[in-house]
């Protein structure tokens, strides 16, 4: 059977210790002072998400079955579905027990804010929620900026999200709320299995999005 990317499975089929795990973003920004002590920003393009992860203590045989797995992705070749394991699900529907039949319905003018149709009637999008959709080559993941409510036809109002939406974003992409996660390729050299005693290992990588393919 063919290894197929990205893979799905690297983050959920051994436990990951929540202390070692992080997901945030990468600003792609540059620092530079004037003389007169201004600090000047200049911002290269949308931030890109990175992580860091490390597994709980496993036994020797579970521990090569996972390096086998992140080897398979030949260091920083192949791709894996990468998402914040803090919130896998809207805040207000944490059992996932609802449609994720939403789209895009406005795309804001200021290239960091849209609206969703198709939500259940009602349904709230909390602060720190995430969603995710296919654009221009690259799987798109935004955080919500602030707490919306969808109309009783199932749309809500503008709000923002980031990081600020890549070119090509447009009304009618197919959106997803429910697990959202983006394509991510390992940091080369990062992967690092580190004996924990006689019978366990732990393993710990790093990853930063990318392009799908």
């Keep these: 059977m ?8 690297i983050l959920t089929t051994y436990r990951l210790a929540p202390e ?3 997901f945030q973003p990468m600003y792609r920004q540059e620092l530079s002072r004037q003389a007169n002590g201004v600090t000047i920003i200049k911002d290269f393009g949308t931030s890109l998400w990175t992580m860091a992860a490390t597994s709980v203590p496993l036994f ?7 390096e086998a797995m992140l080897s398979s992705m030949d260091n920083g070749i ?14 207000s529907k944490p059992d996932g027990n ?25 349904m709230v999008l909390s602060r720190g929620d995430y969603l995710a959709f296919n654009v221009a080559g690259w799987r798109s993941l935004h955080q919500v900026m602030e707490t919306v409510t969808a109309s009783g036809a199932g749309v809500s109002p503008l709000f923002e999200v980031r990081p600020h939406l890549f070119p090509g974003t447009m009304v009618s992409l197919d959106v997803t709320l429910k697990r959202p996660a983006t394509v991510m390729m390992l940091v080369p050299g990062s992967v690092v299995p580190q004996q924990f005693d006689a019978l366990k290992t732990v393993i710990s990588f790093q990853a930063f999005q990318c392009p799908i393919s």
């Excluded at 789209?103 to 609206?115: D, F, H, M």
């Design 98 to 122: 609802f449609a994720d039949t939403s789209e895009i319905s406005t795309v804001g003018g200021n290239g960091k804010s849209l609206a969703l149709s198709g939500l259940p009637t009602g």
């Design 78 to 91: 192949g791709t894996f579905h990468g998402f914040d394991a803090r919130r896998r699900y809207p805040r």
């Design 2 to 9: 063919t290894v197929t990317f990205p893979r799905n499975d």
């Design 20 to 22: 070692g795990y992080k």
């Design 60 to 66: 020797h045989a579970d521990a090569l079955d996972f």
